[in-house]
Protein backbone atom coordinates (compact mmCIF):
# COMPACT_ATOMS: atom_id res chain seq x y z
CA UNK A 1 0.00 0.00 0.00
CA UNK A 2 3.28 2.38 1.44
CA UNK A 3 4.65 1.09 -2.16
CA UNK A 4 1.44 2.86 -4.55
CA UNK A 5 1.12 5.79 -2.84
CA UNK A 6 4.82 6.29 -3.23
CA UNK A 7 5.23 5.48 -6.82
CA UNK A 8 1.51 7.79 -6.94
CA UNK A 9 3.42 10.30 -5.43
CA UNK A 10 6.71 10.09 -8.00
CA UNK A 11 4.39 9.83 -11.18
CA UNK A 12 2.16 13.20 -9.57
CA UNK A 13 5.44 15.08 -9.21
CA UNK A 14 6.61 13.94 -12.62
CA UNK A 15 3.68 15.22 -14.30
CA UNK A 16 3.54 18.26 -12.36
CA UNK A 17 7.19 18.98 -13.51
CA UNK A 18 6.36 18.53 -17.35
CA UNK A 19 3.18 20.79 -17.00
CA UNK A 20 5.44 23.13 -15.53
CA UNK A 21 8.04 23.35 -18.25
CA UNK A 22 5.55 23.31 -20.73
CA UNK A 23 3.45 26.19 -19.23
CA UNK A 24 6.81 28.53 -19.00
CA UNK A 25 7.86 28.41 -22.46
CA UNK A 26 10.09 31.24 -22.98
CA UNK A 27 7.69 34.45 -23.81
CA UNK A 28 5.04 32.91 -22.76
CA UNK A 29 3.90 35.05 -20.15
CA UNK A 30 2.53 38.27 -20.41
CA UNK A 31 1.24 40.45 -17.63
CA UNK A 32 0.16 43.62 -19.56
CA UNK A 33 -2.32 42.29 -21.58
CA UNK A 34 -4.87 43.84 -20.33
CA UNK A 35 -3.02 47.40 -21.34
CA UNK A 36 -3.44 46.64 -24.94
CA UNK A 37 -7.33 48.07 -24.83
CA UNK A 38 -6.07 51.47 -23.08
CA UNK A 39 -6.77 54.44 -25.28
CA UNK A 40 -4.93 57.25 -23.12
CA UNK A 41 -1.74 54.58 -23.33
CA UNK A 42 -1.90 53.76 -27.03
CA UNK A 43 -2.72 57.47 -28.08
CA UNK A 44 -0.06 58.63 -25.78
CA UNK A 45 2.69 56.23 -26.89
CA UNK A 46 1.40 57.37 -30.72
CA UNK A 47 1.68 60.76 -29.59
CA UNK A 48 5.47 60.22 -28.54
CA UNK A 49 6.48 57.78 -31.26
CA UNK A 50 4.89 59.96 -33.82
CA UNK A 51 6.87 63.02 -32.90
CA UNK A 52 3.94 65.20 -31.94
CA UNK A 53 5.58 67.19 -29.61
CA UNK A 54 6.55 67.48 -25.80
CA UNK A 55 3.58 68.99 -25.27
CA UNK A 56 1.50 66.97 -26.87
CA UNK A 57 2.75 64.05 -24.80
CA UNK A 58 2.69 65.85 -21.62
CA UNK A 59 -1.15 66.31 -22.21
CA UNK A 60 -1.66 62.82 -23.16
CA UNK A 61 0.05 61.65 -19.54
CA UNK A 62 -1.86 63.87 -17.63
CA UNK A 63 -5.20 62.28 -19.45
CA UNK A 64 -3.83 58.80 -18.83
CA UNK A 65 -3.44 59.53 -15.29
CA UNK A 66 -7.08 60.78 -14.78
CA UNK A 67 -8.13 57.88 -16.90
CA UNK A 68 -6.52 54.70 -15.77
CA UNK A 69 -8.34 53.88 -12.84
CA UNK A 70 -12.02 53.44 -14.59
CA UNK A 71 -9.56 50.05 -16.42
CA UNK A 72 -9.53 48.37 -12.51
CA UNK A 73 -6.26 47.15 -13.13
CA UNK A 74 -4.35 45.38 -9.98
CA UNK A 75 -2.70 47.77 -7.92
CA UNK A 76 0.36 47.26 -9.01
CA UNK A 77 -0.11 47.18 -12.77
CA UNK A 78 -1.58 50.78 -12.73
CA UNK A 79 1.49 52.02 -10.80
CA UNK A 80 4.12 49.70 -13.45
CA UNK A 81 1.81 51.31 -16.13
CA UNK A 82 1.85 54.93 -15.11
CA UNK A 83 5.83 54.12 -14.70
CA UNK A 84 6.56 52.67 -18.27
CA UNK A 85 4.72 56.05 -19.19
CA UNK A 86 6.43 58.13 -17.20
CA UNK A 87 9.74 56.74 -18.54
CA UNK A 88 8.75 56.85 -21.86
CA UNK A 89 8.09 61.09 -21.44
CA UNK A 90 11.31 61.49 -20.02
CA UNK A 91 13.22 60.01 -22.72
CA UNK A 92 11.04 61.94 -25.56
CA UNK A 93 12.36 64.90 -23.14
CA UNK A 94 15.62 64.41 -23.54
CA UNK A 95 15.27 63.70 -27.43
CA UNK A 96 13.04 66.64 -28.60
CA UNK A 97 14.10 69.05 -25.51
CA UNK A 98 17.77 68.32 -24.57
CA UNK A 99 18.15 71.94 -23.07
CA UNK A 100 14.69 71.00 -20.34
CA UNK A 101 16.61 68.55 -18.33
CA UNK A 102 14.29 69.49 -15.44
CA UNK A 103 11.34 67.78 -17.09
CA UNK A 104 13.01 64.61 -18.40
CA UNK A 105 14.44 64.46 -13.94
CA UNK A 106 11.17 65.29 -13.01
CA UNK A 107 9.47 62.31 -14.99
CA UNK A 108 11.95 59.78 -14.37
CA UNK A 109 11.78 60.84 -10.93
CA UNK A 110 7.99 60.21 -10.48
CA UNK A 111 8.36 57.26 -12.68
CA UNK A 112 10.77 55.64 -10.26
CA UNK A 113 8.35 56.56 -7.45
CA UNK A 114 5.70 54.81 -8.98
CA UNK A 115 7.62 51.75 -9.56
CA UNK A 116 8.24 51.46 -5.85
CA UNK A 117 5.02 51.84 -5.26
CA UNK A 118 4.46 48.65 -7.80
CA UNK A 119 6.61 46.38 -6.13
CA UNK A 120 5.08 47.03 -2.91
CA UNK A 121 1.54 46.36 -4.13
CA UNK A 122 3.32 42.97 -5.29
CA UNK A 123 4.50 43.33 -8.60
CA UNK A 124 5.47 40.18 -10.46
CA UNK A 125 9.50 40.82 -10.17
CA UNK A 126 9.97 40.38 -14.23
CA UNK A 127 7.58 43.05 -14.81
CA UNK A 128 9.65 44.88 -12.22
CA UNK A 129 13.00 44.41 -13.33
CA UNK A 130 12.27 45.27 -16.73
CA UNK A 131 10.76 48.77 -15.83
CA UNK A 132 14.09 48.83 -13.50
CA UNK A 133 16.10 48.10 -16.38
CA UNK A 134 14.72 50.36 -18.32
CA UNK A 135 14.93 53.49 -15.63
CA UNK A 136 18.91 53.01 -15.52
CA UNK A 137 18.71 52.77 -19.17
CA UNK A 138 16.96 56.12 -19.60
CA UNK A 139 18.46 57.75 -16.52
CA UNK A 140 22.10 56.78 -18.44
CA UNK A 141 20.79 59.51 -21.32
CA UNK A 142 19.72 62.11 -18.91
CA UNK A 143 22.92 62.34 -16.71
CA UNK A 144 25.43 60.19 -18.24
CA UNK A 145 26.20 58.18 -15.40
CA UNK A 146 28.27 54.84 -16.71
CA UNK A 147 27.31 52.78 -13.41
CA UNK A 148 23.68 53.53 -14.68
CA UNK A 149 24.67 51.98 -18.02
CA UNK A 150 26.33 49.29 -17.08
CA UNK A 151 23.24 47.94 -14.18
CA UNK A 152 21.23 48.11 -17.38
CA UNK A 153 23.32 45.21 -18.93
CA UNK A 154 22.77 42.87 -15.82
CA UNK A 155 19.68 43.29 -14.74
CA UNK A 156 18.48 42.14 -18.59
CA UNK A 157 20.60 39.64 -18.29
CA UNK A 158 19.90 37.93 -14.90
CA UNK A 159 16.31 39.03 -15.72
CA UNK A 160 16.49 36.87 -18.88
CA UNK A 161 18.38 34.07 -16.92
CA UNK A 162 15.61 33.98 -14.57
CA UNK A 163 12.69 35.03 -16.07
CA UNK A 164 12.77 33.87 -19.86
CA UNK A 165 8.83 33.27 -19.92
CA UNK A 166 8.28 36.58 -19.18
CA UNK A 167 6.95 37.98 -22.53
CA UNK A 168 8.79 41.58 -22.04
CA UNK A 169 11.80 39.83 -20.44
CA UNK A 170 12.09 38.02 -24.16
CA UNK A 171 12.24 41.53 -26.03
CA UNK A 172 13.94 43.15 -23.46
CA UNK A 173 17.06 40.60 -23.92
CA UNK A 174 16.46 40.44 -27.70
CA UNK A 175 16.68 44.55 -27.83
CA UNK A 176 19.95 44.17 -25.82
CA UNK A 177 21.66 41.50 -27.50
CA UNK A 178 20.82 42.83 -31.15
CA UNK A 179 22.09 46.92 -29.89
CA UNK A 180 24.78 46.34 -27.89
CA UNK A 181 28.62 45.44 -28.72
CA UNK A 182 30.14 43.11 -28.89
CA UNK A 183 32.62 43.71 -26.08
CA UNK A 184 29.37 44.16 -23.89
CA UNK A 185 27.79 41.08 -24.16
CA UNK A 186 25.89 42.06 -27.64
CA UNK A 187 25.38 38.99 -30.04
CA UNK A 188 23.35 40.22 -33.36
CA UNK A 189 22.71 36.43 -34.65
CA UNK A 190 21.05 35.91 -31.05
CA UNK A 191 19.25 39.14 -30.89
CA UNK A 192 17.44 38.46 -34.38
CA UNK A 193 16.54 35.20 -32.98
CA UNK A 194 15.22 36.21 -29.85
CA UNK A 195 13.17 38.75 -31.89
CA UNK A 196 12.13 35.69 -34.35
CA UNK A 197 10.92 33.66 -31.33
CA UNK A 198 8.50 36.40 -29.97
CA UNK A 199 7.20 37.57 -33.22
CA UNK A 200 6.04 33.54 -33.14
CA UNK A 201 4.83 34.23 -29.70
CA UNK A 202 3.15 37.31 -31.30
CA UNK A 203 0.90 35.14 -33.71
CA UNK A 204 -0.48 33.23 -31.01
CA UNK A 205 -1.59 35.73 -28.13
CA UNK A 206 -2.91 39.24 -28.06
CA UNK A 207 -0.42 41.67 -28.62
CA UNK A 208 -0.25 45.61 -28.22
CA UNK A 209 0.94 47.38 -31.21
CA UNK A 210 3.62 49.05 -29.34
CA UNK A 211 5.43 45.44 -28.76
CA UNK A 212 4.86 44.72 -32.33
CA UNK A 213 6.32 47.90 -33.35
CA UNK A 214 9.20 46.48 -31.07
CA UNK A 215 9.01 43.44 -32.64
CA UNK A 216 9.14 44.64 -36.41
CA UNK A 217 11.43 46.93 -35.98
CA UNK A 218 13.96 44.89 -34.22
CA UNK A 219 13.44 41.97 -36.64
CA UNK A 220 14.42 45.03 -39.75
CA UNK A 221 17.10 46.49 -37.68
CA UNK A 222 18.43 42.48 -37.12
CA UNK A 223 18.01 41.61 -40.50
CA UNK A 224 19.83 44.38 -42.36
CA UNK A 225 22.94 43.46 -40.06
CA UNK A 226 22.38 40.16 -41.71
CA UNK A 227 22.30 41.51 -45.07
CA UNK A 228 18.76 40.21 -46.22
CA UNK A 229 17.90 43.04 -47.58
CA UNK A 230 14.21 42.22 -48.58
CA UNK A 231 13.20 41.05 -45.21
CA UNK A 232 15.02 44.16 -43.59
CA UNK A 233 12.61 46.32 -46.11
CA UNK A 234 9.76 44.20 -45.27
CA UNK A 235 9.27 44.56 -41.60
CA UNK A 236 10.88 48.32 -41.57
CA UNK A 237 7.51 48.85 -43.68
CA UNK A 238 5.72 46.64 -40.94
CA UNK A 239 7.16 48.78 -38.31
CA UNK A 240 6.45 52.29 -39.83
CA UNK A 241 3.27 51.36 -40.37
CA UNK A 242 2.66 51.88 -36.72
CA UNK A 243 4.31 54.56 -35.79
CA UNK A 244 5.86 56.92 -38.12
CA UNK A 245 9.47 58.96 -36.38
CA UNK A 246 11.81 56.05 -35.44
CA UNK A 247 14.74 57.07 -37.18
CA UNK A 248 16.63 53.62 -37.06
CA UNK A 249 13.08 52.14 -39.12
CA UNK A 250 12.99 55.37 -41.63
CA UNK A 251 17.13 54.96 -42.14
CA UNK A 252 16.62 51.37 -43.46
CA UNK A 253 13.56 52.34 -45.12
CA UNK A 254 15.51 55.05 -47.06
CA UNK A 255 18.67 53.04 -47.47
CA UNK A 256 16.79 49.80 -48.87
CA UNK A 257 13.98 51.50 -50.72
Known amino acids: MHKIKKISLIITILLFSIFSLTAAEDGSINYFTDLVNNK ?23 TLTQKISSYKYDPWMQDLSLSRACMIVAKYATEVK ?74 MAADRYLHSPGIAGGNKKKGLKLFQDAEKIMEKQKTAEWDRFTIYAGLAYGYSKNKDKAKALDYALKAQEIYKADKQVNEIIKELS
Open 98 to 171: PERKDVAKAYMQAADKLLESGIAKGAPISASEILLALSNSFWYLIDGSLSKGMAFTKIVDNAYKNYPEDFHVLL
Open 40 to 62: EYKDLLKTVFDDCGLDTALDGYK
